[in-house]
T-cell receptor, first 116, second 114 residues
């Protein structure tokens, strides 16, 4: 079974609008971390935001926020005021406490295109 | 402060050739990782090193070996390259291996095996 599911292969958003990228996860571990990474066309993986399973508040980093709904096992990324430079692949990833070595488990990604 | 660096950036190999991908980090991180990314997929872990002097297999270790040379450097070796190893390889590092530790990635190495 997929541990991380990103159901939107591609998304379009108008510049300056907000967009939500979906991510659901599957784990029985009570302690885990959720991460979002951005991969622009240049290929590097850029860390955006982190949410811990015990965090009471949703994480925010500038224009990025994580809508964490633990009971639904979802960790959606919200990008506010989209910019042309936000066009990229976005990956949701999870790290479980019991997973020795701290392997990151990645979803298949969502390609975001920002229209001018 | 360069973060995580990888060499080479791009490599073409013939089937059966060997090569070593180099990775270094200057963040004094304890843990290092090698992932591969295939088209349309997220990254998959090949090998990792939780701390200097230790290495362990990840999800897709077959056909690869690693060496944690020191705290800064973690190399990935392909002994006999196969076309199935055509991929983009990413090295990453983190301060530790707990669930809250963020991994930081290098720029990647694009490998083409003919």
């Amino acid at each position: 079974a997929q541990k991380i599911t990103q159901t939107q292969p591609g998304m379009f958003v108008q510049e300056k609008e907000a967009v939500t990228l979906d991510c659901t996860y599957d784990t029985s571990d009570p302690s885990y971390g959720l991460f979002w990474y951005k991969q622009p066309s240049s290929g590097e993986m850029i860390f955006l935001i982190y949410q811990g399973s015990y965090d009471q508040q949703n994480a925010t980093e500038g224009r990025y926020s994580l809508n964490f709904q633990k009971a639904r096992k979802s960790a959606n990324l919200v990008i506010s005021a989209s910019q042309l430079g936000d066009s990229a692949m976005y990956f949701c990833a999870m790290r479980e406490w019991y997973n020795q070595g701290g392997k990151l488990i990645f979803g298949q990604g969502t390609e975001l295109s920002v229209k001018p | 402060n360069a973060g995580v660096t990888q060499t080479p950036k791009f490599q073409v190999l013939k089937t059966g050739q060997s090569m070593t991908l180099q990775c270094a980090q200057d963040m004094n991180h304890n843990s290092m990782y090698w992932y591969r990314q295939d088209p349309g997929m997220g990254l998959r872990l090949i090998y990792y090193s939780a701390s200097e002097g230790t290495t362990d297999k990840g999800e897709v270790p077959n056909g690869y070996n690693v060496s944690r040379l020191n705290k800064r450097e973690f190399s990935l070796r392909l002994e006999s390259a196969a076309p199935s190893q055509t991929s983009v390889y990413f090295c990453a590092s983190s301060d530790g291996y707990r669930e809250q530790e963020t991994q930081y990635f290098g720029p990647g190495t694009r490998l083409l095996v003919l």
